[in-house]
């Protein structure tokens, strides 16, 4: 099993963010570097794609229009290939990082797709009988210019069930930025011993905060109910009870360790992690194929809390927080900077 500490500071966050000028200064990615990709053939995807242009102000020479049939979970890695190769040469040399505007497909064969668009289809990022996969260059990394730095852009899917619920997604990651929520993050330690390793770390965590503006806390429990003002909820369990008792402020992050919460459309017995923006959270993740326990195939708590604190975009955060992102999927809205200044 592998253990991934934590390795940067929780200083304060405002702190952080102040240059020796005395001016702030922006910690995270900014629109016009952010591609936006759109299914042409969906309608939903279009929709999406318009919106969230108008919301962050993409530029639109941003706007990287495919076609293919929706309407499926997987995709095979030749007609991926292809696709892959039109957005590349499509894409301006200033984009460091890609928002899917699709909930499905969600995979490329053995790979997620926000992980196959950001590296390209690799079979060293899928795991041969539970095994270890290829690390992510990006992980726990200082890079403020994935592709400049790794040739990699790192790609969050823009998802929801219906245009609806992804609008509303887009607009809780819009009212986040620059707010500086006093919201409380849980760390919730389960009696699901496969899931629940993660918990190894927590305490770690939590000591790390102590004195600051952050409140985290530790639960033991297999779930948290009637809490609000919810800023991060990283739990290991099948599935997640009372989430609909759960009030999350906006640019809230929460997954929970199991084999199937990429899964969007929620076809196996386990919760899909789509339920967590559902309930008002801004971003998830959740493992696409089978991955085992492997802690460095899933967030790391103690990374995605520090640089989401210290002014980094949800899709930074979460992206540097997996040391082994191959199969696993990035939901949520990407240019979220609840603690940007």
């Known amino acids: 099993m592998v253990v991934i500490v934590m390795l940067v500071s929780a200083e304060s966050a405002a702190d952080s963010a102040i240059q020796h000028d005395g001016r702030l200064k922006r910690r995270g990615l900014g629109p016009e570097e952010l591609a936006v990709i759109v299914n042409d053939a969906d309608p939903v995807s279009v929709k999406v794609a318009e919106y969230y242009k108008s919301r962050r102000r993409i530029p639109k020479a941003n706007v990287i229009h495919v076609n293919f049939s929706p309407g499926r ?34 995979r490329v064969e053995c790979m997620s797709i926000t992980t196959a668009f950001a590296a390209g289809f690799d079979e060293d990022f899928c795991s041969k ?136 459309p929620g076809n196996s017995d386990q919760m899909s992690s789509l339920q967590w923006l559902e309930r008002g959270a801004t971003g998830s993740y959740g493992t696409v194929v089978e991955p085992c326990n492997h802690l460095g195939k899933f967030p790391n708590p103690g990374i995605v809390i520090s640089r989401y604190f210290h002014g980094e975009t949800l899709l930074e955060a979460y992206w540097k927080s997996v040391a082994w992102p191959g199969e696993g999927i990035f939901i949520g809205e990407p240019l979220a900077a609840p603690f940007s200044p």
């Open 129 to 264: 009988t539970c095994g270890p996969t290829k690390q992510s260059p990006y992980f726990n990394s200082s890079s403020r210019r994935p592709y400049d730095d790794y040739r990699m852009r790192p790609t969050m899917t823009l998802a929801g069930r219906s245009y609806s619920e992804v609008k509303r997604l887009i607009d809780r990651g819009v009212a986040s930025d620059h707010t500086f929520p006093r919201g409380a993050g849980y760390l919730v330690s389960t009696s699901d011993m496969a899931r629940n390793v993660r918990a190894v770390n927590y305490p770690e965590i939590i000591q790390q905060y102590m004195g600051s503006s952050l409140d985290l806390r530790l639960v033991r429990a297999d779930y948290i109910k009637d809490r609000s003002g919810v800023l991060f909820y990283f739990t290991g369990i099948k599935s997640v009870t009372a989430l609909k008792t759960i009030r999350f402020v906006p640019g809230a992050i929460a997954d929970h360790l199991t084999s199937a919460g990429g899964d969007l």
């Open 73 to 106: 979970t997987t995709m095979n890695r030749m007609e991926f290939q292809k696709i892959k190769a039109a957005v590349d040469a499509a894409t301006p040399r200033n984009v460091q990082v890609y928002a899917l505007t699709w909930t499905i497909p969600y």
